[in-house]
DNA sequence: AGGGCTTTCCAAAGCGCTTTTGAAACTGGA
DNA sequence: TCCAGTTTCAAAAGCGCTTTGGAAAGCCCT
């Protein structure tokens, strides 16, 4: 059932059957009803297609995720990110559209996209510093909002991010409070800006409270749970280990605690750990008390955000460009005692 | 740059420029060369939406993932499949389309991209028991490829799975071979096709060598660490525990090994166990001897082949259904030894 | 009765492609 | 030289929608 069948069906123009379905004043209560009436009962779904040439919108939202061949790494926020974004996408009527491509060719992809007008705008993820994406897109002139920010770009754009600086501070504070004096940070790649602004909260809490920070005692690398074994593993050999870890991600979390039951310790009493939680539905911390004490921050709810972000871009593309700040909570979990000693 | 301006600025018309484009053999070689120069020259790329209204084929491929809202759970397999058919995707010149939409509206959401003209195909994923989305697919006649079986639909269709049965019932065997008798199942929840067959094989093992399977010793659940730590703590309680277990994932099983380290317990030496790998990247088993002994299976490979299938379902969609079973690598790693005592 | 408004509808153009149909130019053979 | 057959290109008709630019009908007012 197309527009002209329906139409033909109603003894009305396409027109009108149109404009009535599109909620247009033109068009008398009595046939809109009519009309609204004969689309419900024959399930009349505009097509798609037709209606984005018409219009020169597509209703599609690009997402472009990068393949990266050397170590064919997925990111594990990925799937909660995505939801989030889909309930937003879905509820707001446009289609998310996912391009998986070669690591470095994001460029050409946001290009491709907008001379093919394949989406009405873009979400970009994982900004690196300086990230030259931002650039291009204002050039090519493609609705977006990126997810984290990057840093030593100089123009503009919309973003959400985690405060991060500020949630490691905090949770360094805590550390302190609790007496730990050297705590060791097992953090993410810091080519990666999460990353880089993690650092700087932990080294900035560790010097306003007069401590000096202790580059023996960090590690970075990709997030997995093998790496927050084997950093957690070789802090603890140190002569005088680290009393405390902050910890960029629960994946990493679970290796660093096994580092820890391995070496006879406990967690929370022997050793303390803070890590990061994006409250990933899959790695979830239920229960009364959680078992880590984190910073914690909804990423699903940072997609949801960010869709409606680029949804209200591509409404009002002449609006300043918004940003959102989300503050982690700090939980307190069982993973977090006092110093000993 | 669009079709007709480039066609007068070559002097030809949209038709040939059209055809020169796309392969045609009525066009002489000369001028397919000049219209190929100029369009290389000015980053021609044709109007996507025009196309497909013009073609009657959106080039796009849909994946529809239900938002479950009770638990808000996102499947911890869904980044690394996704990555998988994203690849086959571009490289077929596909795209890929995400609708996230409530649980129980997945049929909806097929009828409704099947109205618009939104997707040429889909891909069905975690079906069920009896699952009625095959026989509405083929109604509304939507090509499409499912990943996994669902046990009782009657009718034929395409489909990627695992051998799970296959899988689950070597592991069992390997098992017993090293001397254990009790061995415990950490089972994903079995309305899912996949975890039902899991437990087949487990009992099929069990009774092919003479042993009964003893409902005490099982457990299934969504599989999150949480999880497999409790079931495992539990079974390990019992007056007679197991020596073994069988775990359905590796999220799971890091939740089994630290009920096992808090017991006091070695894993591979007082308790063995085995768990099925997806082979997520974030999670993935590296070193020279893995850490756990596992069927392994990469999704991130079901993803490309799935991919593939429902492509080649679009193109030839009167060739008979086809199936590929993949079968599971036993891995042998660290965390199985001999039957102590 | 006639002019200006408002309300309600429609014909037709257009979005940027593909594809059908057919015409022009060229070829070779008798 | 003429005709049939081939090669190469173009005009125009769609694909299914939205939107522009009226037009017809009804209303009120003078």
Redesign the interface.
């Known amino acids: 059932m197309n527009l002209k069948q329906l139409s033909a069906l109603l003894g009305l123009s396409q027109t009108t059957v149109s404009r009535a379905l599109n909620g247009y004043a033109d068009v008398s209560e009595a046939t809109r009803a009519r009309v609204l009436a004969a689309a419900e009962a024959h399930?009349?779904?505009?097509?798609?297609?037709?209606r984005?040439?018409a219009t020169g919108r597509?209703g599609?939202i690009g997402h472009v995720?990068p393949?990266i061949n050397t170590h064919?790494?997925?990111?594990?926020i990925?799937?909660?990110f995505?939801?989030g974004a889909?309930?937003t996408?879905?509820q707001a009527g446009y289609?998310?559209?996912?391009?998986?491509?070669d690591d470095g060719e994001e460029e050409k992809a946001y290009?491709?996209m907008k001379?093919?007008?394949?989406v009405d705008g873009l979400v970009v993820s994982a900004p690196r510093m300086n990230d030259p994406r931002i650039a291009l897109l204002d050039e090519i002139g493609l609705p977006y909002a990126v997810h984290g920010r990057a840093t030593g770009a100089d123009r503009p754009y919309c973003w959400v991010d985690v405060n991060n600086r500020r949630a490691f501070a905090r949770a360094t504070d805590f550390l302190i409070d609790l007496g730990h004096r050297r705590i060791g940070l097992i953090n993410g790649l810091e080519t990666m800006d999460f990353a880089h602004r993690r650092r700087q909260g932990y080294e900035e809490a560790l010097r306003a409270r007069g401590l000096a920070p202790d580059a023996a005692l960090t590690r970075q690398d990709e997030?997995?749970?093998?790496y927050g074994w084997r950093a957690a593993r070789d802090l603890l050999a140190l002569p005088d280990p680290p009393t405390a870890f902050l910890v960029s991600s629960v994946?990493c979390m679970?290796g660093v605690?096994?580092a820890i039951?391995?070496a006879g310790l406990v967690l929370g009493r022997d050793v303390s750990a803070i890590t990061h939680d994006d409250q990933?539905?899959?790695?979830?911390?239920?229960?009364p008390v959680p078992?880590f004490t984190a910073t914690r921050s909804s990423v699903?709810e940072a997609g949801q955000r960010l869709a409606r972000m680029v949804i209200d871009r591509i409404d009002t593309p002449q609006v300043p460009h918004v940003h959102e700040l989300l503050e982690a909570e700090l939980i307190i979990g069982r993973s977090t005692g006092p110093a000993p000693g």
Do not use: C, K, Q
């Open positions: 399930d009349y779904r505009p097509n798609t297609r037709a984005a040439l597509s599609v995720i393949r064919a790494m997925v990111n594990p990925f799937a909660d995505i939801a889909g309930e996408y879905s289609e998310m559209l996912i391009s998986v491509v290009l491709s001379r093919r007008g394949l997030m997995t749970e093998g994946i679970l605690r096994r039951d391995e990933l539905s899959y790695l979830r911390d239920d229960g078992t699903r």
